[in-house]
Nanobody
Framework: QVQLVESGGGLVQAGGSLRRSCAGS????????MGWFRQAPGKEREFVAA???????DYADSVKGRFTISRDNTKNTVYVQMDSLKPADTAVYYC????????????????WGQGTQVTVSS
């Protein structure tokens, strides 16, 4: 079992930056692919980024070049650095853990954080 606790997020102006963190419990954290998803009001939850335990990363086209996912396995923590934020990035952001290799669908993730609102004002 993995428990995920998120921090960071909040309100920022367009063009600004935010950094989200997600700390995982359990000794098997390094075995999981860690991902970030987001869900805007009235929309389905969508994939943002993921990082495999070996460091390989995947990004949604909408955030490629602006967001950077990373992980520190010594701290059981995954991060997403969000730069050049746009109002369209406004959503509740979730971190998640998967036993699969490079998953991008929410159904492939086994554990989820509590979600935190990120609001980008224009």
């Amino acid at each position: 079992q993995v428990q995920l606790v998120e921090s960071g997020g909040g309100l920022v102006q367009a063009g600004g930056s935010l950094r989200r963190s997600c700390a995982g419990s359990g000794r098997t954290f390094t075995r999981y692919t860690m991902g970030w998803f987001r869900q805007a009001p009235g929309k389905e939850r969508e994939f943002v980024a993921a990082i495999w335990s070996g460091g390989i990363t995947d990004y949604a086209d909408s955030v490629k070049g602006r967001f950077t996912i990373s992980r520190d396995n010594t701290k059981n923590t995954v991060y997403v650095q969000m730069d050049s934020l746009k109002p369209a990035d406004t959503a509740v952001y979730y971190c998640a853990a998967s036993r699969k290799y490079r998953p991008t669908a929410s159904r492939d993730y086994d554990y989820w954080g509590q979600g935190t609102q990120v609001t980008v004002s224009s």
